[in-house]
Structures are given as C-alpha cells and as structure tokens.
C-alpha cells in the first residue's frame, strides 16, 4: 500500500539525518496521499541510522493504523490535525533542530532581519502561545496541531507564504507541498534561525528589513511576477 509514499517519506526523513537536523530519534516526516485521505509517517522511536521502508507506518486522517507492525511517530496527531485544516499541504516535517528549538524555547518568533529569511518566509516565523495545562494533560499531540492551528488563523498567516512555525517550550514544524519540499523548509528554517541569533547577538537593537526589501525578495521567488531561477527546474 502506497509503496511510492512511503519511498518518499523514507528518503525524506533520511534527508533530516543527513542535513544533521536530527539527534537519535528527535523527528519525523510524514507524506499524505490526498485522494486516498491516508498518511504515511514514520514509526516511533526509530534511530534514523537504523530506518528502512518498514518503519513508515499507513494511517488515515482518524489516526487508525493501516499498514505497518510499528507504532506511528507520537507526533502523528499533530501532523493530522494540519493536513485536515489545509488541503494543500502534502508533507509535515517536525524536528528539534538547535536554533529554530532556540527560538522556540525562547518563546519567541523568528524575525525578518534579513533577504535570505525574506526569500523563503513571508513575514516572521511565528511562535504559538504555551499550552495550558489541560492542553498538556490532553491529548497532547492533537492539542500541539491545534494550538499551530490557532496561531496560524489568528495571525492571518497562508502557511504556504510561511512554511513553519516554533511551537512555544517545544521545536519546529515545517512543512509544504510534499515531504521533500516539506525538508527544504526545515533545512531553510533552522539556516534562519541561526543567522537571526547571531543577527541579535551582534546588534539586541537590530530592527527588521523594510518591507519594500522583504516584500521584493519574497516576490523574486515566488507567485505569478518571480523571476528567480530557470523556468520548469526545480530548485537545488
């Protein structure tokens, strides 16, 4: 069942190893096959050195395993909740990278102090509020997708413009329109993070881009006027 996702979803996951965005067993990839309304995510607990094809696990938007001998990554709930709120995404990506878990511990967004966050998110990464604490005593994982929900619709934010967001106290998701392009965001988002700390280390009052600059470094790359790039060629 959905051999091709799950190849995907695989190579995917592998790709945050090899980026040296995960530690052990700290992420996950999922992929969603659409016009099935099924979800491929990788099992819980896994060393990514040890990862195979049997380790991605088929469950539908109910959470209901499918497919697999494998318990689903704990997260699977949270990637659920966001493929269900926003049709057009294909890919959900969640790590504890060291810099965009920085600014999530933080509990702080990630601003716009320069083009290279400008070419890739449409304003500031945000961060959600804390859960509360019958959110966390909850169904915790359902209740992190909701809370990502909340902040996404209360900010007006498209999450295609903006890919990720921190979860407050927790880490990073990111996500796109399939799993690959879900990973390029993750990879992008901690690069940003990074450079945005060592942007307020070197200079606390630094303040954002313009948004004339932030808003042609957007456009250069994305929508119907971009012209970045060669046309029909994916990006590297």
Not at 83 to 108: D, E, F, M, P
Not at 163 to 177: D, L, N, Q, R, Y
Not at 216 to 232: A, C, F, T, V
Request: glycine share 8%; aromatic share 8%.
């Amino acid at each position: 069942m959905l051999e091709e996702l799950k190849k995907e979803v695989l190579e995917a996951n592998l790709e945050l190893n090899n980026r040296k965005l995960v530690t052990y067993t700290w992420g996950n990839v999922s992929g969603i096959d659409r016009e099935l309304g099924l979800v491929v995510i990788k099992a819980s607990g896994i060393r990514y050195e040890d990862m195979t094809l049997e380790h991605m696990v088929v469950v539908d938007l109910d959470g209901n395993i499918l497919e697999g001998k494998y318990n689903p990554s704990s997260d699977t709930p949270t990637h659920l909740e966001i493929y269900k709120k926003y049709l057009n995404l294909g890919g959900i990506v969640h790590t504890h990278s060291t810099y965009a878990t920085g600014w999530a511990q933080a509990c702080r967004d990630i601003p716009v102090f320069g083009t290279t966050h400008a070419d890739y998110f449409y304003g500031s990464v945000p961060c959600t509020r804390v859960l509360s604490e019958d959110e966390i005593e909850g169904n915790y994982e359902k209740e992190t997708g909701k809370v990502i929900i909340e902040t996404l619709i209360t900010r007006e934010i498209n999450p295609l413009e903006v890919p990720g967001i921190t979860v407050a106290s927790h880490g990073p998701f990111t996500w796109g329109e399939s799993p690959k392009k879900a990973v390029h965001n993750a990879v992008v988002l901690e690069e940003i993070a990074k450079m945005a700390y060592l942007t307020n280390s070197i200079n606390p009052n630094i303040r954002q881009v313009s948004k004339a600059l932030e808003n042609k470094h957007y456009s250069r790359k994305h929508g119907k006027d971009s012209y970045y790039g060669q046309k029909n060629e994916v990006e590297s």
